[in-house]
């Protein structure tokens, strides 16, 4: 997350697919039930009860584009409060940083195990 949206490159990218024939929006739908994994990091907490909940304009953007668009089978991994780290005005935040960082590693390698076991059968 950039600003609260994607990076204007990502944006400019998705664009230029979204165009292709085959896998925009009136595509064949190639990608169809692929199995992917969004892997997202946050500087800061964007969460349920949050000061900033409701500002994370990029994971609903790219879940919508990549499942609804491309027919992926999505999966997300995700960790916030990542500024925790370096940050000294968030350092009271470092072991929700620490947990949200473990959280997302876990959901990242549960994934790329699942998808590996389905590129094996």
Not at 22 to 44: E, M, N
Not at 92 to 114: I, V, W, Y
Request: aromatic share 8%; charged share 20%; proline share 7%.
């Amino acid at each position: 997350m950039y600003n609260w949206n994607v990076p204007a490159q990502v944006k400019t990218w998705l664009d230029l697919i979204l165009n292709h024939p085959r896998l925009g929006v009136h595509g064949d739908w190639p990608l169809k039930g692929k199995p992917a994994v969004l892997t997202l990091s946050r500087g800061g907490g964007y969460g349920p009860g949050s000061p900033k909940e409701g500002w994370d304009h990029a994971t609903p953007y790219l879940r919508t584009i990549l499942t609804d668009v491309f027919g992926l089978d999505l999966h997300i991994a995700e960790a916030e409060l990542t500024h925790a780290f370096w940050n000294p005005e968030m350092a009271h935040l470092r072991e929700l940083a620490e947990d949200s960082m473990k959280t997302g590693h876990e959901h990242a390698a549960e994934h790329g195990l699942r998808i590996a076991k389905l590129s094996r059968a």
